[in-house]
Structures are given as C-alpha cells and as structure tokens.
C-alpha cells in the first residue's frame, strides 16, 4: 500500500504549477534570459550560470555539472532537499524553467517491504545531520528508524508534473527515487523514469561518476543566491562539487565539531563562504551571478580561524581579493581577482586598501597566488 498525501500538500504542487511553473516537455525552447557567455549565446559559460545550464548557480553543484532531474534528457526540475510537513516528505526542487520559483513534490514508499502488525509500511520522515541519516516508516502505530543498507533497499516514488501534449493539461509522470547512504553526511541519490530499470545520479558531473551528495540539516539554501536559512523541518541535500559541499569541506560548518551544536560565528562564515567559493561580489546589489570559472584555486583566511588548514591571519594573504559576509563581498581589490570574467557596468565596491582589517561584518577573506593577467 503506498504512502498517500492529503489533498493539502498535493494542492501545493498544483497550485505552483498552475502559477506558472510548469515543466516543459523534451525539445521546448529555454528562456529567453541567457547570458551573453551560455551556451545559447554561442560562449563557454564561465561564470557558472549559465541558463539554462542546469548548474545551480555553483551553489548546489559545480559549473558544467547537473543536480537536476530529467525528463528525456532535458532538465526540468532540481533537487535541493527533503521537507517534513504533517502530511508527509516532499522533495523541495527547483523548476529550471521558473528559477525564482520552487515546488513540493510529495514522496512515498513504492516498495514498503513486510508488513508490520497486519499493515504496510508507509513513509514517515527522512532525517540527517554530521553522522547520521536515517529514514523513518511507520505501520500502525508503530515508527521505525532505518539506517544503512535498509534505507539502500527502499525505493520511493514521486511525480513530475509535465505538460506532455502542449495543451496546458496537467500529466504526472511517476518516477522512482533510491537512496544510499556512504559515509558520515554523505549520501548518493539515484532515480529513474518508471518503468525503466535503469538508474541515473541525481548528482552527474562528466569527468566523475562517483559525485555524492552532503546533507546540510535544518536548513535551507536559497538556489539563486545562496541566502541560508534556518529551517527546521528541511534537510538540504547538495552535490559535494557546489560551494554548499566545498564550503563544509573546507571546515566551514555552521555548527561546532564538536558538540554540533549550532553557532552564530560558524553560522556567519558558513554564509559567507557561499558567496566567496562561487565569487558572488554582487550578492547584496541585487546581482547573484558567479565571477569565477570552476577549478579556480583561491587562498581563504577567516576571522575565527575555523577553516581547516587556515587560520586568522589576514596579512598572509599577499594578494588580498576581497573581504566578505554572507550578503557578498564587503571590498574588492580587482587587481587581485582570481579569474577575468567580466563585471557588468554598474557593479562596484569599494577597495580592500593597503592594510586591510576584520570587522563585524567582514569575516571572510580571500586571496591569490598571483594576480590573474589582465
């Protein structure tokens, strides 16, 4: 018996739908609002956002790589984490045709195994922090938490919605959903058309097949601009090439390693290394876009020394590139940028100077080896 959904949630996705986030078919044009470097304008996409390459930004995974679900080869919906709700989990995906917008999608057991005390397993909730995943089931009254190899056997359900006749009626087309957890916060998430017997990783980068995902708990992180949130019932689930995945492999965690336990300092940096790993200077001008391409090597320094191989000391950084908060770059020395992508007129901020010092709100730093030839 699957796991069923009040009309409440499922309203959710159709209401977001209905409001213009349906999801085309293989083959439909892409927006109109590509950058003069994508695909479409005939350039190689250096700044890592490119539409509509589905990158996300280089905030849930990296330039040239997809963290979305596919419909006949065509990306059309991301996946940026799980959401407990009274009703049930939902996945929380991002349209690649209405960026600004994401839907719920809800998600059942297809397979739920032996039945327990006469009845079905059905899907309670899906869990994960630092070192643990689990997912919960529950038949009757009865809740178990499964860890392991048993969440490796379940496979789940969830529909895309799709306008499959360009008539505007609404389809949903059933695809399958496994999970397998590696190691720590770690996680491999696979998924397939129904029928078909073929798996595909949700994560794809082309030079790596074994890209995962990391799972950042009670959280969520906005996919246009890299705005995080505390968010109790979500877990945030982004492939380890994005800068939510670098960030945290960097040690820049917002919680203590040790305790775990959440804290504003971690918090803040955690914020601000979004922005600095991408090269989103702009962020709080009202520009989200990305001034790096990806594999760019980049010094880092923090003001609580909390980086793994770092430490607070601001002058190593020969080269100072800029200064930064979560809401972008707070100064930037633009003769020490790490790459040349050019900067729309318009975008400016004011210099690092000679003797540059943390302040409450520049907490973050990066710099150069060399700087880049004009």
């Known amino acids: 018996m ?12 159709l209401l977001a739908v209905a409001a213009g986030c349906r999801l085309p078919t293989a083959g439909a044009e892409p927006p109109t609002r590509a950058r003069p470097d994508s695909p479409s304008g005939g350039g190689s996409c250096p700044t890592g956002q490119c539409d509509p390459d589905p990158n996300g930004l280089g905030i849930y995974v990296a330039e040239g790589h997809s963290y979305c679900f596919l419909h006949e080869k ?27 917008q994401t839907l719920q999608l809800p998600l059942h057991l297809r397979n739920p195994g032996k039945p327990v005390d006469g009845e079905h397993p059905t899907l309670e909730s899906i869990h994960g922090n630092v070192g643990d995943f689990f997912v919960a089931v529950r038949s009757g009254d009865v809740s178990r938490k499964l860890r392991g190899e048993p969440v490796s056997q379940l496979v789940f359900g969830f529909k895309l919605p799709v306008d499959l006749d360009g008539t505007g009626t609404l389809e949903g087309l059933l695809y399958e959903l496994a999970l397998e957890p590696v190691s720590g916060n770690r996680l491999v998430v696979r998924y397939r058309p129904a029928p078909s017997t073929a798996w595909l990783r949700q994560c794809q980068a082309p030079e790596d097949p074994n890209v995962a995902s990391v799972l950042l708990p009670q959280r969520q992180v906005d996919g246009l601009t890299a705005a995080v949130r505390p968010h109790d019932a979500t877990l945030t689930v982004a492939c380890e090439s994005g800068a939510i995945g670098a960030c945290m492999n960097w040690g820049y965690q917002p919680w203590t390693p040790e305790q775990r336990q959440a804290d504003p300092d971690r918090e803040f940096v955690h914020g601000a290394c979004l922005q600095a790993k991408r090269a989103a200077y702009f962020v709080g001008q009202g520009d989200p876009g990305s ?11 923090d003001a609580h020394g909390f ?24 100064c930037l020395n633009l003769a020490n940028r790490r790459s040349r992508v050019p900067i729309p007129n318009g975008l400016t901020l004011p210099a690092c100077g000679p003797l540059p010092k943390w302040s409450s709100q520049a907490r973050f730093a990066t710099g150069v080896e060399q700087p880049s030839k004009p």
């Open 291 to 301: 001034y790096t391409v990806s594999g760019t090597e980049i010094l880092r320094r």
């Open 307 to 330: 980086g793994r191989n770092s430490n607070n000391d601001l002058q190593e950084l020969e080269y100072l590139e800029a200064l930064w908060s979560p809401r972008g770059a707070e």
């Open 2 to 13: 699957l796991n069923t959904f009040p009309a409440s949630l499922t309203g959710l996705l």
């Open 74 to 100: 065509t990306p059309v919906a991301c996946l940026e984490g799980f959401v407990n709700t009274p009703e049930g989990v939902a996945l929380h995906v991002r349209s690649m045709y209405q960026r600004d």
